[in-house]
């Protein structure tokens, strides 16, 4: 009896040890990042190319409604832990001509005056706007080099759908070079029909594989796919897979609101 008691206790305490998440199997992130970072979720895209940022971002940003403290509060702790994820050097800029990506919290009523202000003609985005809580928007230039982006977060609409949070993590981290949402991809803030309001492990995996050495700007679906092996066995070289549940957590929105 003793004998069996101890043989059954190590097999349960094995099991973890070879439990593996479906988001950690290599196919399923290659996947995933193909679907997020390479499509678009309002515009097609007949031969899509990976774009990212290749210079430091400078954040601009500005309130006209709600607490304009907690705002800029909530953003700088996501905008550090995106930096601590990418490697990229994200800071903000009190002069707007210094930004390269604008973050603007108004409200409802006000939202096409600032689309008009920061992005261009409302009617160039209008599936966006009638479909979409809050938005985003980015430029590139010809090296699919990520130059300028804008958010516009409705602060009273976001509140009334309880997305705020969702709003600020989502929309700053598409901007980043991952901009189409998928229902595929599990767990993750790209997933309109999930539940997840902050950076998930796999999202953490997509935003490490964006920002790989591996991957450069202007690759397409095969090159992406091609150079992809190498980007896995960095990730598992680096830990970044089995230990991407924790890893996500740290400097994060979630821990740092004590969800």
């Given at each position: 009896m003793t004998r069996f008691s101890l043989w059954l206790c190590a097999v349960c305490l094995s099991l973890p040890a070879l439990a593996t998440e479906r988001w950690q199997e290599d196919t399923y992130i290659r996947d995933s990042f193909v679907k997020i970072a390479l499509e678009r979720e309002y515009k097609e895209t007949q031969f899509p190319k990976l774009i990212r940022w290749n210079k430091p971002i400078r954040l601009f940003f500005e309130s006209d409604s709600g607490d304009a403290?907690?705002?800029?509060e909530l953003l700088s702790v996501h905008a550090q832990?995106?930096?601590y994820i990418t490697g990229l050097s994200i800071d903000f800029t009190p002069n707007p001509k210094d930004a390269n990506i604008f973050v603007i919290f108004t409200d409802y009523k006000s939202l096409e005056n600032k689309v008009s202000q920061y992005i261009g003609d409302p009617e160039n985005i209008r599936a966006a706007l009638d479909e979409a809580i809050c938005l985003?928007?980015?430029r590139r230039n010809g090296r699919y080099e990520i130059t300028k982006g804008t958010i516009i977060i409705p602060v009273d609409y976001a509140r009334s759908k309880s997305r705020f949070l969702d709003c600020i993590v989502e929309e700053i981290t598409q901007l980043l070079g991952l901009p189409n949402d998928s229902g595929e991809v599990f767990p993750s803030v790209f997933?309109?029909?999930s539940v997840d309001t902050y950076l998930s492990p796999l999202d953490y995996l997509l935003l490490k594989?964006?920002?790989s050495r591996h991957l450069t700007p202007g690759m397409n679906v095969e090159q992406t796919k091609a150079?992809?092996?190498?980007?896995l066995k960095q990730l598992h070289a680096n830990k970044d897979i089995e230990q991407a549940?924790?890893?996500v957590q740290r400097y994060s929105l979630k821990t740092y609101l004590g969800d």
């Open positions: 403290l907690l705002q800029k832990h995106l930096a985003g928007n980015f997933n309109d029909v594989a964006l920002y150079a992809f092996p190498n980007v549940a924790q890893r």
